[in-house]
């Protein structure tokens, strides 16, 4: 079993930035697929990673995509999320997530859907204000 404790979440105003860290144990971020979701207020957590990170490179969701960066450390066995140009839809409770059993290499691949998910952190708020 992996653990992930999430960690760089705060309040910005729109078009700021925050950089979410992954801290990762149990498994090395290189021998899983690696995903950022989140959930909104009052809304259920979305069904696709927003970011996924594997082997096979990186994926985005439309919503984050050239706002956000997924990125991950080997030797610090953690996972990145950068986000630049917040805007207030993006406030919500952002969490990691891996996917033991797909690495994106050796004939397997990541996805981005959350049942694939099986480990998962606790989250960090993100609150982007106007």
């Known amino acids: 079993q992996a653990r992930l404790r999430e960690s760089g979440g705060g309040s910005v105003h729109t078009g700021g930035s925050l950089r979410l860290s992954c801290q990762v144990s149990?498994?090395?971020?290189?021998?899983?697929?690696m995903g950022w979701f989140r959930k909104a207020p009052g809304k259920e957590r979305e069904e696709f990673a927003i970011a996924m990170i594997g082997n096979d490179g990186t994926e985005y969701d439309d919503s984050v995509k050239d706002r956000f960066t997924v990125s991950r450390d080997n030797d610090k066995n953690a996972v990145y999320l950068q986000m630049n140009s917040l805007k207030v839809e993006d406030t919500a409770i952002y969490s990691c997530?891996?996917?033991?059993?797909?690495?994106?290499?050796?004939?397997?691949?990541?996805?981005?859907?959350?049942?694939?998910?099986?480990?998962w952190g606790q989250g960090t708020q993100v609150t982007v204000s106007s």
């Open positions: 149990g498994v090395a971020v290189n021998n899983a697929c």
């Open positions: 997530a891996a996917d033991l059993r797909h690495t994106g290499s050796d004939g397997t691949s990541c996805y981005r859907r959350d049942f694939m998910y099986h480990n």
